[in-house]
């Protein structure tokens, strides 16, 4: 890591979404989100995986939670869904407190990267996904703003000149737009999705 690289504390962000998780009521569990693959409970299922992979990154603890791509199946939540994900995301953020988890190479979903690219990918994934998750559980979201710059960042790099970036297409978002607006777009999703009305 050179000494320009930007670091920030995760645990605002991880907050967010726990706070987040435990807003999600029972009966949610089964409705849609903006990921089209996914429920709710897959998607809280999905940021439970990462935050253990991203965790495991961050201490260099390379094994099956770091090589498993994204795209090995449909996460699903365990029984103990609601004190294992706080979990996760807490030990997640304390990972990424040493120094060293920002330097050297690391792996993430079967993909080796330098530690400061796991980092962005990781504020990425907790800032899209909280955002999902309140968009489907009709809950108010106002990210980390440290964690938002990182996202928005690795998926602005991310985007090439055709329009695609690193989740398929980009969404045209005005550029006067809010940041999160801005991620989100360029997630290749549209911040105007709402979830659908009973």
């Not at 726990?18 to 709710?40: F, I, K, N, S």
């Not at 449909?74 to 869904?81: F, S």
Request: proline share 10%; charged share 20%; with cysteine.
């Amino acid at each position: 890591m050179s000494d320009d690289t930007p670091t920030f504390d995760f645990g605002p962000q991880a907050r967010i979404v726990a706070r987040l998780a435990e807003g999600v009521r029972d009966e949610q569990l089964a409705d849609p989100t903006p990921c089209p693959d996914y429920a709710v409970r897959n998607l809280l299922g999905h940021l439970a995986g990462l935050a253990v992979a991203f965790r495991d990154a961050a201490r260099k603890h390379l094994g099956p939670t770091t090589d498993t791509p994204p795209a090995a199946g449909v996460p699903d939540i365990g029984p103990d869904w609601r004190a294992a994900l706080p979990k996760a995301l807490d030990e997640l953020a304390d990972a990424w407190r040493d120094p060293a988890a920002w330097t050297g190479m690391t792996r993430a979903g079967g993909v080796d990267l330098p530690g400061a690219v796991a980092a962005a990918v990781a504020a990425d994934e907790l800032v899209i996904h909280a955002w999902d998750l309140a968009r489907a559980t009709g809950q108010s979201y106002a990210p980390d703003p440290a964690a938002l710059q990182a996202a928005h960042a690795f998926l602005d790099s991310a985007a090439d000149d055709s329009g695609n970036g690193v989740f398929g297409p980009v969404v045209q978002v005005p550029q006067d737009a809010p940041l999160l607006d801005r991620a989100v777009g360029l997630s290749g999703r549209d911040p105007r999705w709402e979830r659908p009305q009973s």
